[in-house]
């Protein structure tokens, strides 16, 4: 069972949704990125998604856009962020990391260079924002082989026909965007994602983690009662812009902590 597995099946007998913070590798710079993601499981996150700089994202909107500019100034690379992984796995064993991105840095690198060091380095699944499953079965069918769970978005959009030809391919959990529009925009529609989540588990038979549009621990704890995970990205992604470098760690850990505690219900 792979650590995703292991995650949601540990957070079900206890009753409890996953937290899924999500940060961009390399920001606000390469040496606060580990740090960081220790502090994301100190303040009760489950699954850490781990961004991949990309100078061309279609999906996020402008705060994550900045925060990959700003990673891509460090230089930071798709081999640098599979680096960082490493090394936060010298201290965690057991908290699963999804590293999120796009399909180029992938390609360039190649598949099965791509998943034998994202494996070697301890990563647990791959979200590729821009591949529909029709065109990832290269991709899938190596990450399978290595033991990494290959993640897809779905979106209010999304037919419930194409359901089924993702959780072909799918593992580890699928991310519901839980509206229609890029990263950190507003107007979370609770009644179409409460109708959403049953069908997609149905399809899949997998865990759903929903995300996009989620700023505040009361929004974090009614999309708790209707998913296996919740995924918070923008919000703190702002955080981390709008932090003195020597308040990035506890500003965030106390960000991460409201959401935890609402998810929680305490």
Known sequence: ??????????????NKKALIPFITAGDPDRETTVPLMHKLVEAGANIIELGVPFSDPMADGPTIQRASERALK????L????????????????????????????EAMGFEAFSVEASSAGVDGVLTVDYPPEECAGLAAQLQQHGLDMIFLLSPTTPELRFQQVAKLARGFIYYVSLKGVTGSANLDMQEVSQKIPLIQAAAGLPVGVGFGIRDGATAAAVAKVSDAVVIGSRIVQEIEDSPSDAVLDRVFDL????RTAMDGK
């Open 1 to 14: 069972m792979s650590r995703i597995a292991q995650t949601f099946t540990a957070l079900k007998a206890q």
């Open 79 to 106: 081999r640098d962020v599979i680096a960082m992984t490493a090394e936060f796995r010298k201290t965690n064993q057991t908290t699963p990391v999804v590293l999120m991105g796009y399909a180029n840095p992938i």
């Open 256 to 259: 991460v902590k409201g959401f």
């Open 74 to 77: 460090h230089g930071v690379s």
